[in-house]
């Protein structure tokens, strides 16, 4: 797959396999490739792709923070709407929930199969760069930017070191269902 911006556009680059060749041609025969547009959102920006492990293809934009969902068949829908400008990256988490993070106010969203989001954390910069999740279900992130006023999220400080609040379910989730009001999350940290 290919992006473009702006005006972007999601373009599908397709290998043909090569010729045959000939008993006369003794250059071995190159791999063709040729690209087609696999789907136009009609956003000014595209940022990222990620595919589920049902090969259906996830498209982050900008300009309107809208996250498309286009299936192995071509069919596509808005899968996710943020109240953010951009949504700059996206990941998937062992569980298939979709992990997208922005340009605005630096929110890290977690987003169910349904389409369901909520913000996980608020990064003390304004833009989300970049998204790896290990095996335990942590997040690590990169962000740049900083941002107009307010603070850098549920609790942060200069060292760059995050904790979620004692007892809180809006932190990032190691173990996603195991936790509620009255089971609440073990305290997190991120440098």
Same mark, same amino acid.
């Not at 989001?117 to 304004?126: D, E, H, I, Q």
């Not at 290990?134 to 942060?156: C, F, M, Q, T, W």
């Given at each position: 797959m290919s992006i473009t911006a702006p005006d972007g556009k999601v373009y599908r680059i397709e290998h043909v396999a090569a010729k045959a060749a000939t008993k006369d041609d003794k250059s071995k025969p190159e791999a063709e490739w040729k690209s087609s547009i696999y789907f136009d959102p009609g956003s000014k920006y595209i940022w990222d792709?990620?595919?589920?492990?049902?090969?259906?293809?996830?498209?982050? *934009? @900008? =300009? !309107?923070?809208?996250? %498309? /969902?286009?299936?192995? *068949? @071509? =069919? !596509?829908?808005?899968? %996710? /709407?943020s109240d953010e400008p951009h949504i700059r990256v996206l990941a998937f988490d062992a569980q298939g929930n979709l992990i997208a993070g922005s340009d605005g106010s630096g929110l890290i969203y977690?987003?169910?199969?349904?389409?369901?989001?909520?913000?996980?954390?608020?990064?003390?910069?304004?833009?989300i760069?970049?998204?790896?999740?290990?095996?335990?279900?942590?997040?690590?992130?990169?962000?740049?930017?900083?941002?107009?006023?307010?603070?850098?999220?549920?609790?942060?400080?200069?060292?760059g070191r995050w904790s979620s609040p004692p007892n809180s379910c809006a932190a990032i989730h190691r173990w996603p269902g195991r936790c509620s009001p009255d089971r609440p999350a073990p305290r997190r940290e991120i440098w």
């Open positions: 792709l990620a595919l589920d492990a049902s090969g259906t293809l996830y498209v982050a *934009t @900008g =300009d !309107h923070g809208e996250i %498309f /969902k286009v299936t192995p *068949t @071509g =069919d !596509h829908s808005l899968f %996710f /709407k977690r987003i169910t199969p349904k389409g369901e989001g909520f913000v996980l954390y608020s990064a003390p910069k304004r833009e760069t970049s998204l790896a999740l290990d095996r335990a279900g942590n997040i690590y992130l990169s962000a740049a930017g900083e941002k107009r006023g307010g603070s850098g999220g549920p609790s942060s400080n200069s060292s």
